[in-house]
């Protein structure tokens, strides 16, 4: 704003005032132009948040893509604790008897006792399990329970042995324990009975019975074994107790020696929940379409068309043999214009028709997952419908934005031209004042 110091003094009018009313009145068009900005950057945001509906509501329709999903089954145990059951691959339903009667183990060795900071005599052995070994030289460097223990463990060589070392009375023990369970990963010691003493010599029985040691000398604390079980009489072995595909699909984790009775069913939930999701995920796009029509995009005529284009497609029969439209598997239109979704007369479709089921959603051209994805991609795409009403909008935006810096420019021309017009005012009036008081003096 001009400076306009004691402007009004020779007049005695508040002309400070007059020019700051005259500018107001000015400034209405700017204030008008402020006003549509603000507007237009809050369509801006509007149309950013509906564009994150519609981008979620082809997320949860991309789900029902995959027939995997329609297909899928689930397994149980009819004892909790002796094995759990998963679905691991393509299944198939059934029911299985299941006896265990040995669970896989890991090896576990312990050296004879030795004495706190004890020093073990020189030499060498060799650590193997199943077809991997690797070779340890025991000298000064090494040569204490701790050094042994770092040097088997830190080894690149290493066969697939961890070592730590027991404290317990009277002293401390090397433990030696296999990574991987079952009698082909057992632990095998050579060369120790002359090298060192025999520290591992459990009386020259290293696979002996678990616990058979005299006081103080080594030890086999865990005997490596096998996983035993039967399925429907059948016999099974595994080095492992985690089972795969001994029943196709189906991976085992067994737990504990017991019978139980597996169970695999089709997973009606797995596709009734995705289902749930298209449908809350529309009504949930439907909602923000509502809320953006009573605010900032009353009447506009983009919102009505987002809409009609997916209920076109919804309401649109597949051209496909069976099952062809989505009231038939459940979902519905309210109404109101929401989605309704009876869970009961999908999985009744699932279980009577499951084939025309997941054609009606997967099908590569005519599936309901397919066209819905189909709609949201030309809305969401680089030159779909956001796009092109978000660069009409941010043209909309600079040209505002360039209108006011030349009406701000015009403004400041405007209140020059007048704080001018006011001073010289200003002045003629001081001066006139000082000559209508001469001439007052000069007749009193």
Avoid: W
């Avoid at 000064?140 to 066969?159: V, Y």
């Avoid at 009406?407 to 200003?426: P, S």
Wanted: proline share 1%; aromatic share 6%; net charge negative.
């Amino acid at each position: 704003m001009a400076s306009i110091g004691s402007l009004g003094v020779g007049t005695g009018i508040d002309l400070n005032s007059l020019l700051s009313q005259l500018m107001e009145i000015e400034r209405r068009p700017l204030y008008a132009l402020q006003d549509k900005e603000k507007s237009i950057q809050s369509q801006i945001s509007d149309y950013g948040s509906l564009k994150s509906s519609v981008s979620s509501f082809r997320s949860s329709v991309d789900r029902l893509k995959y027939e995997s999903d329609f297909n899928a089954f689930k397994a149980s145990s009819s004892e909790d604790g002796v094995f759990s059951p998963s679905v691991s691959g393509v299944a198939t339903a059934g029911s299985y008897d299941i006896e265990v009667t040995q669970l896989a183990k890991s090896h576990k060795l312990a050296s004879q006792r030795f004495a706190e900071d004890q020093t073990l005599a020189s030499g060498s052995l060799t650590l193997s399990v199943g077809d991997k070994s690797m070779s340890l030289t025991v000298d000064e460097t090494n040569n204490t329970l701790a050094g042994l223990r770092d040097a088997i463990n830190k080894s690149e060589d290493n066969p697939g042995v961890t070592a730590t070392i027991i404290n317990e009375g009277g002293g401390s023990r090397l433990m030696l324990s296999s990574n991987e369970t079952g009698a082909e990963n057992a632990i095998v010691i050579t060369d120790q009975a002359t090298t060192l003493g025999g520290m591992f010599d459990t009386t020259n029985d290293l696979d002996g019975d678990e616990g058979n040691n005299v006081d103080g000398q080594a030890e086999v604390v865990t005997t490596a074994q096998d996983a035993q079980f039967s399925v429907d009489s059948f016999q099974v072995t595994s080095a492992s107790n985690s089972v795969e595909d001994v029943v196709q699909g189906i991976t085992l984790n067994l737990a504990t020696v017991g019978s139980a009775k597996l169970t695999v069913t089709q997973d009606l939930d797995k596709s009734t929940d995705l289902v749930q999701g298209m449908v809350d995920a529309y009504n949930k796009m439907r909602d923000k379409i509502e809320s953006l029509q009573a605010g900032n995009l009353k009447g506009d005529s983009t919102l009505r068309q987002i809409d009609s284009m997916f209920i076109t497609e919804m309401t649109k029969s597949a051209d496909l043999n069976g099952l062809q439209n989505l009231f038939e598997v459940g979902v519905t239109r309210t109404k109101e214009g929401r989605l309704s979704f009876d869970k009961d007369v999908y999985k009744t479709a699932l279980e009577e028709k499951g084939d025309q089921v997941v054609s009606l959603f997967t099908d590569a051209e005519q599936g309901f997952a397919e066209r819905l994805s189909g709609v949201a991609n030309d809305m969401l795409s680089y030159d779909g419908m956001f796009a092109v009403r978000n660069e009409g909008l941010d043209n909309r935006l600079q040209y505002l934005k360039s209108s006011q810096e030349r009406m701000e420019r015009r403004l400041e021309e405007t209140e020059d031209r007048l704080v001018k017009k006011f001073t010289a005012l200003d002045t003629t009036m001081s001066r006139l004042n000082s000559t209508s008081s001469y001439l007052s003096s000069q007749f009193y």
